[in-house]
């Protein structure tokens, strides 16, 4: 039984998420403030962690870096009020995977999890295998699985730069439903279409989570790219 720990000072949301939790087989851990939060998470190091972001004395942010600090693979999803998504960008920076919005909501949650299993099989992948490449007709296909970080620039790089030297001026950035991008992914991923922009190429992305489309107009990067839900739709796009 995989444990996870869930962090909000308000009794009823813990309640709640141990109710809803337990039913799907988790061994839930519960903290009502981030001191005690960390001392459970010391104590019992779950694979994942969910933590409110407003709370008393230590908020989320900096139980997010202290999780971080101790054991950087934790999967740690922040909870956001309803349209805080500013909140929601600022924990993706300090490595968050992923964020849910209050009221919480089965099916975003459902999902957040789904993508936190995921990732921690992922995780034991090599960086540089879960960036690849692949052609359809005259559009050029980046596949990218797993998370985007600090340590994916230089594969995803290597992986557009390849691209380019194909020849093609149509690039698809397929990510895996499963992926997260931080703040350093996201940076990398804007320095590349600020590269493609200079070099005339056109430029979609599919896949993305519900979540990180938002992430992705708030930070600008639909200035560069045209996000579409399915494959098939960025390639009917491009004609």
Same mark, same amino acid.
């Given at each position: 039984?995989?444990?996870?720990?869930?962090?909000?000072?308000?009794?009823?949301?813990?309640?709640?998420?141990?109710?809803?939790?337990?039913?799907?087989?988790?061994?839930? &851990?519960?903290?009502?403030?981030?001191?005690? /939060?960390?001392?459970?998470?010391?104590?019992?190091?779950?694979?994942?962690?969910?933590?409110?972001?407003?709370?008393?004395?230590?908020?989320?942010?900096?139980?997010?870096?202290?999780?971080?600090?101790?054991?950087?693979?934790?999967?740690?999803?922040?909870?956001? =009020?309803? =349209?805080?998504?500013?909140?929601?960008? #600022?924990?993706?920076?300090?490595?968050?995977?992923?964020?849910?919005?209050?009221?919480?909501?089965?099916?975003? &949650?459902?999902?957040?999890?789904?993508?936190?299993?995921?990732?921690? *099989?992922?995780? *034991?992948?090599?960086?540089?295998?879960?960036?690849?490449?692949?052609?359809? @007709?005259?559009?050029?296909?980046?596949?990218?699985?797993? @998370?985007?970080?600090?340590?994916?620039?230089?594969?995803?790089?290597?992986?557009?730069?390849?691209?380019?030297?194909?020849?093609?001026? *149509?690039?698809?950035?397929?990510? @895996?439903?499963?992926?997260?991008?931080?703040?350093?992914?996201?940076?990398?991923?804007?320095? &590349?279409?600020?590269?493609? *922009?200079?070099?005339?190429?056109?430029?979609?992305?599919? /896949? &993305?989570?519900?979540?990180?489309?938002?992430?992705?107009?708030?930070? /600008?990067?639909?200035?560069?790219?045209?996000?579409?839900?399915?494959?098939? #739709?960025?390639?009917? /796009?491009?004609?």
């Amino acid at each position: 039984m995989n444990k996870i720990l869930v962090i909000d000072d308000e009794k009823p949301t813990l309640a709640m998420f141990r109710l809803l939790l337990g039913a799907y087989g988790y061994e839930v &851990l519960t903290a009502e403030d981030g001191v005690e /939060g960390l001392e459970v998470f010391n104590n019992e190091r779950p694979p994942i962690v969910l933590t409110d972001i407003k709370m008393p004395g230590i908020d989320g942010f900096e139980v997010l870096r202290r999780i971080k600090e101790i054991e950087p693979a934790t999967e740690v999803i922040v909870i956001t =009020g309803h =349209g805080d998504m500013d909140l929601a960008v #600022e924990a993706l920076n300090l490595n968050a995977t992923d964020f849910i919005n209050k009221p919480i909501q089965r099916p975003s &949650l459902d999902a957040a999890l789904k993508r936190a299993e995921e990732r921690l *099989k992922l995780a *034991k992948r090599p960086v540089e295998d879960s960036i690849s490449l692949r052609n359809a @007709d005259d559009v050029v296909i980046i596949d990218i699985k797993g @998370d985007v970080t600090t340590l994916s620039e230089a594969p995803l790089f290597d992986a557009y730069n390849e691209a380019s030297a194909r020849g093609r001026t *149509k690039i698809l950035i397929h990510f @895996d439903e499963r992926s997260s991008i931080n703040g350093a992914g996201i940076a990398a991923l804007i320095q &590349l279409l600020s590269e493609s *922009k200079k070099k005339n190429q056109v430029v979609a992305i599919t /896949g &993305l989570s519900s979540n990180f489309k938002k992430v992705f107009q708030m930070v /600008g990067i639909t200035k560069f790219a045209t996000i579409y839900d399915r494959e098939e #739709e960025a390639i009917v /796009g491009f004609q």
